[in-house]
């Protein structure tokens, strides 16, 4: 099973789409998606779950990470579409509690505040 990360642009904020399973191998692809986000000046992220089918330590380990990233760039990042499986390995590892989840993409859009300069430029 491959992994990639697809992102998209909804106002201020962009999207990242994790498909298939984030372990050692693959949280390159993450951190190099999000580093390259935060460098462009998009500061808002989600990141949606819902196609994300397994999870390793060293995935978990990297959403802390990037999640840390984020916060200390100034921006903010919260996560949807939670599978019962991803949501208990969150739970096990007590990032549930540091990671801002929301029941859906609307919801995780709507709680960022709200900005007067719109920066988003499309697909990247």
Known sequence: MDFSATIRHSGQASLIDLHGRLTFFEVGVLRENVTRLLGE???YIVLNLSALQ?????GVGELARMYAMVLKSGGEMKVVGLSRNIENILKITHLHQVLPEFPDEEAALESFPRSGADKST???
């Open 41 to 43: 000046g998009h500061k």
């Open 54 to 58: 397994y999870l390793d330590s060293s």
């Open 122 to 124: 499309g697909n990247t």
